[in-house]
């Protein structure tokens, strides 16, 4: 019996692009298509079967140790990154400034979905949603390069609408302009959690 569900949620691919060197800069570079192979997308620093644990993952593990990399790629909603930049008093804010990969259109509250959905593309990739991408310092200090004042409130701006984090379940070529179907697990809330932080 099938667990995953299919909705009548779909969006399009409005925006794409690859970080080339994470360690010489954050933003990413516009491209027309993208490789989604099962290490990440072609040409992606965040690509790779493996990562090392960060900050983000500190509570289960010591930072540097080995750890698959349900992190490969980095899911934007059109809609919440606008919505970022109206609380940042900015007209725009443009998706290489916060190093994203994929920017969406039409997915209602796009940061919110569950964990374990896919986003099914239409010439076959598959991506698996790992869970919501916490807005963090990086992207701050890029806009503040660009926008002198602004940088600073990114983190509060961007709280529950800086998109997701996704690895690669099936292979594809995506596209500008191609719609994605968003299938989803059943929601249940596990009752037995307690100390929850707060995202």
């Known amino acids: ?3 995953l569900m299919p909705t ?7 925006w794409l692009g690859l970080v080339a060197n994470r360690r010489v800069k954050l933003s990413s570079d516009p491209v027309q298509r993208v490789e989604a192979e099962f290490s990440g997308l072609v040409g992606e620093y965040h690509s790779g079967l493996i990562r090392e644990s960060c900050s983000r993952v500190s509570s289960q593990y010591a930072v540097g140790t080995p750890i698959r990399n349900t992190r490969q790629i980095s899911i934007l909603s059109q809609q919440e990154l606008q919505a970022t930049a109206d609380k940042l008093d900015l007209q725009e804010l443009p998706p290489e400034w916060v190093g994203a990969n994929i920017i969406l259109s039409g997915i209602p509250d796009l940061t919110q979905i569950p964990p374990a959905s896919r986003l099914i593309f239409q010439r076959g990739a598959s991506l698996c949603v790992d869970m919501e991408n916490a807005p963090c310092i990086w992207p701050a200090k890029e806009i503040e390069g660009h926008k002198p004042g602004h940088g600073k409130g990114y983190k509060a701006a961007a709280k529950g609408r800086r998109g997701i984090t996704a ?12 719609i994605v179907r968003l299938h989803i697990p059943p929601q249940r809330i596990y009752s037995h959690a307690t100390g929850q932080l707060p995202l």
């Open 1 to 3: 019996m099938p667990v």
């Open 8 to 14: 009548e949620i779909t969006g399009e691919v409005v």
């Open 167 to 178: 690895w690669v379940e099936a292979e594809g070529l995506i596209a500008l302009g191609d």
